[in-house]
């Protein structure tokens, strides 16, 4: 009797840890505050200063493909998943010396759907089509040159690449080191947070939630990407003309989707991100 009664406490012993450990490693599912925008932008691609011929090129093909309806329908195809296209380089490496010439290349981050992300091992998004209609318009091949987000500035600038195709917006702090096309796209930052979360839940606006923001402590942590409008927003940045929010911690990852990785397993407590990017990865980390 008393080992029977013994197996049985050990037995109840190892379902409560197991489940204690099940519950904290468990991925919760999280929510995007999509109505409540915190900031206003709008997106264009990056050219080097003194690289007017490219600018003009790619305002062209905008201009055209606004007029047509085309950037619409290209836009509303990535976002409602019905788009087909992919890309893949053609070289394994960014192309030197005289054949360089016979390239576009664009620096993006490949981490930001819908506007460009990895499909298996092919490129695609709405920058990735844009990119490739603008080689063909110059008769070049393609060459995606994917990098760290908060290095595709640099590499225009450096002309390592061409063309800043990111889904980067546009701002006078940027201004002043690169070039910016037309604008092809209006965005916000919006709040991701767990969809169990009590500390945004009565937020009627978006002016609710920066109160909120506003008042918790240095160990709430907001996630963001490095270098991008959401990191700056959060941590502030005066040439940017974000006052941030100082009163917490705001953490950069190298993609948003590391940041709502860590927002569904408990590590930071919000995510501040693109909005249609938002949208998307949320519904990949729920699923
Ligand atoms: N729009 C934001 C910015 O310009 C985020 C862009 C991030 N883009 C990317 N491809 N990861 O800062």
Known sequence: MKKIISFAL???MILAAVSALASCNAKSKVKVYTEYE???EKYAFAV???NTELKEAANELLADLKAN???DKIINSFFDGTAEFTYTNTVSAVPTGADRENYLVVATNAYFPPFEYYQGNKLSGVDMKIASLLAEKLDKTLYIYDMNF???ILSVQKGQADIGMAGM???????KSVDFTSEYYESAQVLVVREDDKVFADCKSADDIVAKLEKQEKSFKVGTQNGTTGFMFSAGNEDFGYDGFKNLTTSGYDTGA???LDLANKKVDAVILDKQPAIMIADSTNK
């Not at 917006?169 to 201004?175: A, D, G, H, I, P």
């Open 10 to 12: 050990a037995m109840i």
């Open 38 to 40: 915190l900031t206003a």
């Open 48 to 50: 080097a200063k003194n």
């Open 69 to 71: 309806g085309e950037l």
């Open 150 to 152: 908060d290095a595709v």
């Open 169 to 175: 917006t546009v701002n006078e702090e940027r201004l």
């Open 258 to 260: 590391l940041a709502i």
